[in-house]
T-cell receptor, first 112, second 113 residues
Framework: DAGVIQSPRHEVTEMGQEVTLRCKPI?????LFWYRQTMMRGLELLIY????????DSGMPEDRFSAKMPNASFSTLKIQPSEPRDSAVYFC??????????FGPGTRLTVL | DAKTTQPPSMDCAEGRAANLPCNHS???????VYWYRQIHSQGPQYIIH???NNETNEMASLIITEDRKSSTLILPHATLRDTAVYYC??????????????FGQGTTLQVKP
């Protein structure tokens, strides 16, 4: 099993640009989670899906952030427009039911 | 979900057992104890979870006290590759399980040669 796949691994962009992060969960998993990690705030849950349906987006910072899961094998997290304070490592994780979550390698985002 | 308390850092000699404590005094009857770790520059990794019985897998053992107010994660023979931040998380099960994990600051374990 390839595990959770995220792309790109690194993204450098300028303030105001649109950023799209991608995630492919482990096949057969029915939950998908997006997290953000910074030194100041640690690891924060942004949003999670169950069977492709968003369940809790209370962690999404503001309207500039949006997430979609069009099918069971793909999800995106979009930031438009991006700001320097969005610089962080973004992790995607998936799980079967609500048991142990498996995390991807993360996308390191730098907004200049 | 119940709040957990962990020491911010610990050291362990290579080859010795690492015992990482976690306090969760407000844990409810339907809440599981989960342990994850995060090695530098990698995503968190699931280690083990339990409800009230002790659990063991290929990575570690989880010892939960009888009153469930605290637990200990044991790495029986720590190696340098076990150097990481270890997170103890409690989460509800069943219909009240939202699927959310709330990560605290964790314990930074430094395994020394």
């Amino acid at each position: 099993d390839a595990g959770v796949i995220q792309s790109p691994r690194h993204e450098v962009t300028e303030m105001g640009q649109e950023v799209t992060l991608r995630c492919k969960p482990i096949s057969g998993h029915d939950y998908l989670f997006w997290y953000r990690q910074t030194m100041m705030r640690g690891l924060e849950l942004l949003i999670y899906f169950n069977n492709n349906v968003p369940i809790d987006d209370s962690g999404m910072p503001e309207d500039r952030f949006s997430a979609k899961m069009p099918n069971a094998s793909f999800s995106t997290l979009k930031i438009q427009p991006s700001e320097p304070r969005d610089s962080a490592v973004y992790f995607c994780a998936s799980s079967y039911r609500v048991f142990g979550q498996f995390f991807g390698p993360g996308t390191r985002l730098t907004v200049l | 979900d119940a709040k957990t308390t962990q020491p911010p850092s610990m050291d362990c000699a290579e080859g010795r057992a690492a015992n990482l404590p976690c306090n969760h005094s407000t844990i409810s009857g339907n809440e599981y104890v989960y342990w994850y770790r995060q090695i530098h520059s990698q995503g968190p990794q699931y280690i083990i979870h339990g409800l009230k019985n002790n659990e063991t897998n290929e990575m570690a053992s989880l010892i939960i006290t009888e009153d469930r107010k605290s637990s200990t994660l044991i790495l029986p023979h720590a190696t340098l590759r076990d150097t990481a931040v270890y997170y103890c998380i409690v989460r509800a099960s069943g219909s009240s399980n939202t699927g959310k994990l709330i990560f605290g600051q964790g314990t930074t374990l430094q395994v020394k040669p």
